[in-house]
């Protein structure tokens, strides 16, 4: 069984500044890539940053210069330090890892439940 979970969601008024975690648990052999999406109420889902596992990072055009994503790779754990936020960066924030897990004996894209960010004008 894996479990992916975030926290670090809050409210912050423009400006602010927040930090996201996320971190695997379970029968996890490796992961490849790990990812921070967010969905705005009546919007879809859109890529915020990902990372690989050797530390290769992309990011929104949106977030650029304001995000960061790191990784520690000994805790499977991925993070979102979001700076200078926007009331437009109001969203659910949604962790996502590519994941060899025993149990499956394959990769597979795990989720976890989201957390609310809300940015205050």
């Known amino acids: 069984q894996v479990q992916v979970v975030e926290s670090g969601g809050g409210s912050v008024q423009a400006g602010g500044s927040l930090r996201l975690s996320c971190t695997a648990s379970?029968?996890?052999?490796?992961?490849?890539?790990m990812g921070w999406y967010r969905q705005a109420p009546g919007k879809q889902r859109e890529l915020v940053a990902t990372i690989t596992g050797g530390g290769t990072t992309t990011y929104a055009d949106s977030v650029k210069d304001r995000f960061k994503v790191s990784r520690d790779n000994a805790r499977n754990t991925v993070y979102l330090q979001m700076s200078t936020l926007k009331p437009e960066d109001t969203a659910v924030y949604y962790c996502?890892?590519?994941?060899?897990?025993?149990?499956?004996?394959?990769?597979?894209?795990?989720w976890g439940q989201g957390t609310q960010v809300t940015v205050s004008s």
């Open positions: 379970g029968s996890i052999i490796g992961i490849n890539s």
């Open positions: 996502n890892a590519e994941i060899y897990s025993l149990s499956r004996t394959a990769w597979r894209i795990y």
